[in-house]
Nanobody
Framework: QVQLVESGGGLVQAGGSLRLSCAAS????????MGWFRQAPGKEREFVASDTRSGSDFADSVKGRFTISRDSAENTVFLQMNSLLPEDTAVYYC???????????????WGQGTQVTVSS
């Protein structure tokens, strides 16, 4: 079992930056693919970014603005979000899985989410 806890969300103006953290416990994340997803009100959960042994993937909507990284010593994954837009407003979720994928249903463990609100 892996427990995931996100933090770092908040309210930011358009053009600003936030760094989300996802702290894992129970198992080391070194053997997992780690992903970030988001869900805006009235919309389906969508893929944002993932980090795996074979590389990283990003949604087209965040390429060039968001980066993903992990700190194995801290067992934590980060999502650095720059040049934020109002359409980035959503609850952001961290997830852990065993394969490289952008599809939420293949992730096994999820955090509770952290709210990101970008004002225009």
């Amino acid at each position: 079992q892996v427990q995931l806890v996100e933090s770092g969300g908040g309210l930011v103006q358009a053009g600003g930056s936030l760094r989300l953290s996802c702290a894992a416990s129970g198992r080391t994340i070194s053997g997992y693919s780690m992903g970030w997803f988001r869900q805006a009100p009235g919309k389906e959960r969508e893929f944002v970014a993932s980090d795996t042994r074979s590389g990283s993937d990003f949604a087209d909507s965040v390429k060039g603005r968001f980066t993903i990284s992990r700190d194995s010593a801290e067992n934590t994954v980060f999502l650095q979000m720059n040049s934020l837009l109002p359409e980035d407003t959503a609850v952001y979720y961290c997830a852990a899985g065993s394969i490289r994928t952008t599809m939420a249903r293949f992730y096994d463990y999820w955090g509770q989410g952290t709210q990101v609100t970008v004002s225009s």
